[in-house]
């Protein structure tokens, strides 16, 4: 996942704000927003602490990360009347079609072996 996440970066840095794909690289490219998307698209709807303990995520960060996501229309966000309380995220339409371009992505990255660190420069030997 992380070698996805790098190349969305990349792509989101070398993207002008007259690229079509500029803004959705600027949402998808934010810490921990592809990571969570990819969470709840295997598994969906999750409660906001499944997904903080299983992205180890401090909540002020997920708080800010879910909401923006809901904002977009990506997430849906429901919460209970109970003690303790409890909140819960599921994709919208939206969200769930983000699904194919995970796909696509993976495939990408299956096709040209991604790996998941760039490759630094070799020092020369002298």
Same mark, same amino acid.
């Given at each position: 996942?992380?070698?996805?996440? =790098?190349?969305?970066?990349?792509?989101?840095?070398? +993207?002008? *704000?007259?690229?079509?794909?500029?803004?959705?690289?600027?949402?998808? %490219? &934010? @810490?921990?927003? #592809?990571?969570? *998307?990819?969470?709840?698209?295997?598994?969906? @709807? #999750?409660?906001? /602490?499944?997904?903080?303990?299983? *992205? %180890? *995520?401090? @909540? &002020?960060? #997920?708080? /800010?990360?879910?909401? =923006? $996501?809901?904002?977009?229309? $990506?997430?849906?966000?429901?919460?209970? !009347? =109970?003690?303790?309380?409890?909140?819960?995220?599921? $994709? /919208? /339409?939206? %969200?769930?079609?983000?699904? &194919?371009?995970?796909? =696509? #992505?993976? +495939?990408?990255? !299956?096709?040209?072996?991604?790996?998941?660190?760039?490759? %630094?420069?070799?020092?020369?030997? !002298?």
């Amino acid at each position: 996942m992380s070698g996805v996440i =790098e190349v969305v970066e990349s792509l989101k840095e070398e +993207a002008s *704000l007259n690229c079509p794909y500029g803004r959705l690289l600027e949402i998808l %490219g &934010k @810490p921990h927003t #592809l990571s969570i *998307l990819y969470s709840l698209q295997i598994d969906s @709807p #999750l409660r906001f /602490t499944k997904i903080q303990k299983s *992205l %180890g *995520l401090q @909540p &002020k960060i #997920l708080t /800010t990360r879910l909401q =923006e $996501l809901v904002d977009y229309e $990506l997430l849906s966000r429901k919460s209970y !009347n =109970e003690i303790p309380p409890r909140v819960d995220y599921e $994709l /919208t /339409t939206k %969200g769930k079609d983000l699904g &194919k371009l995970f796909d =696509e #992505l993976r +495939a990408w990255s !299956n096709k040209y072996k991604i790996p998941d660190r760039p490759r %630094g420069r070799r020092k020369r030997a !002298n």
